[in-house]
């Protein structure tokens, strides 16, 4: 059960090389990935628990409020890591908005990461790490500062996160409540 779990989260030992952990603490394209694709579909089962409780049996508005919540959240951070993920592996227009698109209906991420792995879309190390490609463009050069600076772009992205919530927050709801 441990390497089913290994495989799932994309932190199987033996599929992580010495230098990729040096440079980036073991975290590969294929690993953000795969952890952010998974956490999206787990928040949409909340998330479909939270409904069932609510519109189903009636019984508590709760899990939609904090599961609703905790999806939105995973949602916004998916959609960030597919495109860092998306420059990287320097994904064509098609292939990115097809990776953005499976956010929308439940579970599609897990799909699409199999899809992206079997056609060798998440293989290789950060290619914009320090010491490796040389970034053109902006998105590239931002990337590359996030690579050779993890502790800052961890806090860049737990504020990106932040921003793109709260902006979601003051939006409303995606469709009216019926509450």
């Given at each position: 059960?441990?390497q089913?779990g290994?495989?799932?989260?994309?932190?199987?030992?033996?599929?992580v090389?010495?230098?990729?952990?040096?440079?980036?603490?073991?975290?590969?394209?294929?690993?953000?990935?795969?952890?952010?694709?998974?956490?999206?579909?787990?928040?949409?089962?909340?998330?479909?628990?939270?409904?069932?409780?609510?519109?189903?049996?009636?019984?508590?508005e709760?899990?939609?409020?904090?599961?609703?919540?905790?999806?939105?959240?995973?949602?916004?951070?998916?959609?960030l890591?597919?495109?860092?993920?998306?420059?990287?592996?320097?994904?064509?227009?098609?292939?990115?908005?097809l990776?953005?698109?499976?956010?929308?209906?439940?579970?599609?991420t897990?799909?699409f990461?199999?899809?992206?792995?079997?056609?060798?879309q998440?293989?290789?190390?950060?290619r914009l790490?320090?010491?490796?490609?040389?970034?053109?463009?902006?998105?590239?050069r931002a990337?590359?500062?996030m690579?050779?600076?993890?502790?800052?772009a961890?806090?860049?992205?737990?504020?990106?996160v932040?921003?793109?919530?709260?902006?979601a927050?003051?939006?409303?709801?995606?469709a009216?409540?019926?509450?």
């Amino acid at each position: 059960m441990a390497q089913l779990g290994d495989h799932l989260l994309g932190t199987d030992p033996a599929a992580v090389d010495a230098e990729e952990v040096a440079e980036t603490g073991g975290m590969s394209p294929l690993q953000l990935f795969r952890r952010l694709a998974v956490a999206e579909a787990v928040t949409w089962a909340l998330l479909l628990v939270g409904m069932l409780l609510k519109y189903g049996t009636g019984t508590t508005e709760l899990g939609v409020q904090v599961f609703g919540m905790a999806h939105g959240v995973v949602f916004i951070a998916y959609c960030l890591g597919a495109v860092f993920v998306a420059v990287n592996q320097r994904w064509s227009p098609a292939t990115t908005a097809l990776a953005l698109a499976s956010a929308v209906p439940p579970f599609l991420t897990v799909w699409f990461d199999r899809r992206a792995e079997r056609r060798s879309q998440l293989d290789g190390p950060w290619r914009l790490a320090p010491g490796r490609d040389q970034p053109t463009g902006l998105l590239e050069r931002a990337q590359a500062w996030m690579l050779a600076r993890p502790v800052a772009a961890g806090g860049v992205a737990v504020a990106a996160v932040s921003a793109l919530t709260l902006l979601a927050l003051l939006v409303g709801p995606p469709a009216a409540s019926q509450s």
